[in-house]
């Protein structure tokens, strides 16, 4: 039965970090084994930088464009020579093809939609990091085939946040992916159309990816790797006595990723949970330390709490103009709008006349939205928020952690609670009542 593997950005951010990887792939002696591939370290923010300056002023001619293209360009022959120089396996010459398509996709769609020019130029990070980790572990014995997963993973032309066409996907994956007695080494976060044209899943989305393949290919388990040794229970730059997960349901994982904890993708669980496969979390630097496993147990979610912060948030209050109601065709109205502005709320509260939700501070969008709205309503705003959510609260354990702060909304039921507060009265650590650390 097949495994998929999944190595994020920081786990391939630099030769040695390529090289520690090497045994995690090669201890694993059963196949198929997919391995998915995130661009290295912080590649895709660069791709961005770079997208932002071709399409400036002086476009791919300018200073900051060619600094941005030739950085990049020295990275990636950096880390190459490091782990290949002087061997014939160095695919120096496919990293250069790659670069000059790279530049000549800039120049192509500079002056085209942003969201198309955006997937044509920053899935090379994905394409150039597996070509290397490709070469290496050929290079070291580890017989791997590199597959263009914008040939596998077949999606839609909505640019950035790509839909699914699961029934070629899943007939593209089985049929060259399934018999394989090699390594299949993919790109994760992208896909293509069926006019060949790359599109990707949204930003962090190669967690996503491995969920593709390994439902397409009803894998054993996926195992994510990670810098860290699982999932935890808060931030634990953030919370100071967070603890580690040891087991948690798919239905669990995705109402931490929902409600904002960067833990795994929140697309990745629906596709595993409906083939009952496996998640596990691991360390790449320390393998045999204690994993988080997700899958469809639910015995574990309340065992211990999870705690959540959301940042820069923004409460809008809606009244009605006219002293009427916050009816339903006004609230659909309101909604109506959110959903146009391609924003989420985090919180809503309601009453006879007022509507209030609780949003992340995204300008481009969030402007738009209160300028329409004023239009026709009464609308107040208040900056600088904090949104703290609790998963499974113990007794008493919103209030110790409300304690001497004001809420500005509040929101409870059987396994959630939240409160919205002023950033100035949060602490830059938090403490979880009643839980010790490890
Ligand atoms: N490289 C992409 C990103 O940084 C996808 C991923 O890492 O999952 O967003
Ligand atoms: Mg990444």
Redesign the pocket.
């Known amino acids: 039965m097949t495994t998929v593997f999944k190595f ?2 920081a786990s391939i951010k630099d030769a040695d970090a390529i090289r520690h990887l090497t045994p995690l792939i090669e201890q694993h002696g059963d196949r198929p084994l997919v391995v998915v591939v ?2 290295m370290g912080k ?3 660069k791709l961005e930088a770079l997208l932002a300056a071709a399409r400036s002023e002086g476009g791919t001619q300018g200073d900051e464009y060619r600094q941005c293209f030739k950085a990049l360009q020295a990275d990636h022959h950096e880390v190459l020579e490091a782990l290949l120089g002087g061997s014939p396996d160095a695919p120096s010459e496919r990293i250069d093809v790659l670069f000059e398509e790279l530049d000549a996709q800039h120049r192509k769609h500079r002056d085209g939609p942003h969201a198309k020019h955006y997937d044509q130029t920053v899935c090379y ?2 394409l150039l990091s597996t070509t290397i980790v490709a070469a290496w572990l050929n290079h070291h014995g580890i017989a791997t085939e590199w597959h263009d997963a914008r040939k596998l993973v077949r999606t839609d032309a909505c640019h950035q946040a790509a839909n699914l066409d699961w029934p070629a996907t899943l007939d593209n994956i089985r049929e060259r992916l399934s018999h394989s007695d090699r390594v299949a080494l993919t790109q ?2 992208i896909g293509g159309t069926e006019q060949g044209e790359a599109t990707t899943l949204g ?5 996503f990816s491995a969920a593709i393949f390994a439902h397409c290919l009803e894998a054993r388990e996926v195992v994510i790797w990670k810098d860290v040794t699982g999932l935890f229970n808060a931030d634990p730059r953030r919370f100071d006595n967070a603890v580690q997960l040891e087991r948690i349901s798919y239905a669990e994982a995705t109402e931490l990723a929902w409600h904002g904890a960067k833990v795994i ?1 929140p697309k990745t669980l629906g596709p595993l949970q409906e083939k009952s496969i496996p998640l596990t979390v691991r360390s790449f630097e320390t393998p045999d330390a204690e994993p988080t496993v997700i899958d469809a147990e639910r015995r574990f979610d309340a065992e211990v709490p999870s705690c959540i912060l959301r940042e820069d948030q923004v409460w809008l209050e809606v009244r009605p103009r006219d002293f009427a109601f916050m009816d339903e065709p006004r609230q659909h109205d309101i909604l109506g709008r959110l959903v146009e502005a391609g924003l989420h709320a985090n919180l809503v509260d309601s009453g006879a006349m007022r509507f209030a939700l609780c949003l992340d501070n995204k300008p481009e969008r969030l402007d738009p939205l209160v300028e329409s709205l004023q239009a026709d309503y009464e609308v107040s705003r208040e900056d600088d928020l904090t949104l703290l959510t609790v998963r499974h609260p113990r007794q008493g354990m919103m209030d110790t952690l409300g304690e001497g702060r004001e809420a500005l909304a509040e929101r409870r039921n059987a396994t959630t609670s939240q409160r919205l507060f002023h950033s100035r009265d949060c602490p830059t650590t938090w403490r979880i009542p009643g839980l010790q650390a490890e």
């Open positions: 994020g950005g995130s661009a590649t895709t923010n990070g994905e994760g976060f930003r962090e989305g190669s967690d993708h």
